[in-house]
């Protein structure tokens, strides 16, 4: 790669250390041959040379601290990811596809109506997550099948022909989001067909070139090929190859078109998920087998805010655990108005908390002879300049209503100019008032005197791919509040915290959220995923109504069957607490079935005959082990 080529003959680069540059190993310095507090690019990791002019010892250290880290990385990854794999295998693993179609688990509780939302199977599927590529089809059916002798249709034509042939019975298996996909793409190929004869004239150049007594054959679709053939003016051959040249490229006919529907027609059907498919194995599979070729510690800096997301193999835990707070919150906020950045930075204002030490010059205690109190000297130039809409009247607010500050009432404090507030101690003891001077002056710097209190900090990105448009990036917790801040555009603000996302808008965003991110955490990561996995792992975790994490607590919630539970963690006491409680099992899981050498009901498994046994009357009772006298001795007291 180009990396590589860069590394062997330019510079190797910077050394990243968990994220960072390298770290100071010794006092005040990363190693003894630099300098106490040296902020130079070698002091902190960066290797000048290359791998063709060699490295000095220290870069050669630093290199290899790099080196180090990889190797721990690969070993620790590994463990993770499998003990994820397995806790997601348990999870899933009863999951499979019914004869009408439905995703249940073993008790039957239905997870989804239709496996992924169209009951396609993601082995059969092309393009982007479809059945069909339909260029790549449409293409090949004209290629393969000529029909030289039939007459080109135009774009009207190709629409209605479309149109009448999928109301017939035939087309029947296919559902109708399909359908609308075949007749969006075919009304795309009707516009360029009648674009391009437009554009070079196409009917007028065959048009003008036909004898007169082959315009009747024409008529009865008779083979265009051989009335081009008959040409009044024999001279003019150029004119003819090109109008011929001009007709191949766009040509389709009706049988060419009823041969791409019934390609479309029989890939569809063989994408078609087979019942007994266990669906919830291969999901497990699917997800955890990628996460392998993951990393196990990386962040991710969104654009240029430098904004710190947590991906790879830990951001993946955290959301199959459905842990409460993530270790990176984030909320992306869509403006109402998105291309005025002055409104972005009013909305900041807004959202990101502001402290008053963050917008006073300074907060000093004044003594005089009969009274003391403290004086806060507002920075209005930082005020409007941060675009903040606070006046001294709110700043009074804040102080008073802030919970640090219960004794403090509205009569202590007292507004001298537009700059200066003044809060004045009421205490009677001098002693008391002292120590209470310090205290505020200690706390006072603290008040959050704009935004709100649970977002550490807001950062304006600009989205430069369709026109510059203004969003935030809100880093903390507080959806709702962020969702109700004037200015921001609630329908479209999203949060990569699924907790709280359950908490602010309900379940079905809880699981749109989880969808998301882990299909965000694979793409970041160059993984491809076929999103009808992460639906279904996302339709487990919260088809009980509430966000239940891949964990022990989350299966023993989403499952009750006790050899099951017995057989992931926690043996002995799932087992105890069954046998003092007389819990049943039923026995239809995969693990159960397994420990009881009992068929699973997955794949071929999946049926149950029903039959009239010919000599039910016949049938004797099967003689027990317990059944013997031999084994029922009576004990004797001595």
Do not use: W
Request: proline share 3%.
């Amino acid at each position: 790669s180009n990396i590589n080529i860069s590394q062997m003959v330019a510079c190797v680069g910077q050394q990243a250390i968990s994220g960072s540059r390298v770290p100071n190993g010794f006092e005040d310095r990363s190693l003894p041959h630099f300098e106490k507090d040296s902020k130079i690019p070698a002091a902190k990791g960066f290797v000048e040379n290359s791998f063709y002019s060699g490295l000095t010892p220290t870069e050669f250290f630093f290199h290899t601290m790099g080196g180090r880290e990889g190797l721990v990385d690969t070993a620790v990854k590994t463990a993770e990811t499998g003990y994820m794999q397995r806790r997601l295998v348990k999870c899933l693993e009863d999951l499979c596809c019914q004869y009408d179609m439905t995703i249940r688990t073993c008790t039957n509780d239905i997870v989804q109506f239709t496996y992924g939302g169209d009951s396609l199977d993601p082995i059969f599927l092309e393009g982007k997550d479809q059945p069909v590529d339909y260029e790549r089809i449409y293409q090949h059916a004209r290629a393969k099948y000529r029909y030289d002798d039939e007459y080109p249709l135009n774009g009207i034509e190709m629409n209605n022909f479309v149109d009448k042939q999928l109301e017939l019975n035939e087309y029947s298996i296919m559902d109708e989001e399909y359908k609308t996909q075949i007749r969006k793409f075919i009304h795309n190929i009707s516009l360029n067909v009648d674009q391009f004869r437009m554009k070079y004239h196409i009917d007028n150049i065959l048009n003008s070139n036909i004898k007169e007594e082959d315009e009747q054959e024409l008529k009865s679709n008779k083979s265009q090929k051989r009335t081009l053939k008959t040409v009044t003016n024999q001279s003019n051959k150029k004119q003819r190859s090109i109008s011929n040249v001009l007709y191949e490229i766009e040509r389709c006919t009706q049988s060419q078109l009823l041969q791409f529907l019934q390609l479309c027609k029989y890939k569809y059907g063989r994408a078609r998920l087979e019942p007994g498919t266990a669906v919830g194995a291969l999901c497990a599979q699917s997800i955890g087998e990628p996460a392998t070729q993951m990393t196990l510690k990386t962040f991710h800096f969104a654009g240029v805010a430098s904004m710190n997301i947590t991906l790879g193999v830990p951001r993946i835990k955290e959301i199959i655990n459905a842990v409460k707070i993530p270790s990176t919150p984030l909320i992306t906020v869509e403006l109402i108005n998105e291309t005025d950045q002055n409104f972005a930075r009013k909305v900041k204002g807004r959202i990101e908390k502001t402290y008053l030490g963050q917008i006073s010059q300074y907060i000093e205690e004044v003594y005089e002879c009969d009274d003391c109190y403290l004086l806060i000297k507002l920075d209005l130039d930082r005020i409007r300049l941060l675009q903040l809409e606070i006046n001294p009247m709110t700043i009074i607010d804040s102080i008073v209503e802030d919970k640090k500050m219960k004794k403090v009432k509205y009569n202590q404090l007292e507004l001298i100019s537009p700059d200066i507030i003044t809060l004045h101690v009421s205490d009677t003891s001098k002693g008391n008032m002292y120590y209470t001077m310090k205290r505020y002056k200690e706390i006072l710097p603290n008040i959050v005197v704009k935004g709100i209190s649970t977002v550490d900090r807001a950062v304006i990105t600009i989205d430069d791919k369709n026109g510059i448009k203004y969003k935030l990036f809100v880093e903390g917790e507080g959806m709702r509040d962020v969702m109700g801040t004037q200015g921001v555009n609630a329908n479209k603000t999203t949060s990569n915290n699924t907790m709280e996302v359950y908490r602010c808008l309900g379940i079905e965003a809880a699981r749109t959220t989880i969808i998301n991110e882990i299909v965000y955490t694979m793409a970041s990561h160059g993984i491809g995923l076929d999103v009808r996995h992460v639906m279904l792992l996302a339709d487990l975790m919260t088809y009980k109504g509430e966000v239940l994490g891949m964990t022990r607590n989350g299966l023993a919630k989403m499952k009750e069957s006790v050899l099951m539970l017995a057989s992931f963690e926690r043996t002995i006491d799932h087992l105890y607490d069954a046998a003092y409680h007389g819990q049943k099992d039923t026995i239809c899981g995969v693990s159960e079935c397994i420990i009881m050498g009992i068929p699973i009901r997955i794949g071929t498994g999946i049926f149950q005959l029903l039959y009239k046994h010919p000599n039910r009357g016949s049938l004797t009772r099967r003689e027990l082990l317990f059944d013997n006298l031999d084994m029922h001795q009576p004990l004797v007291v001595s």
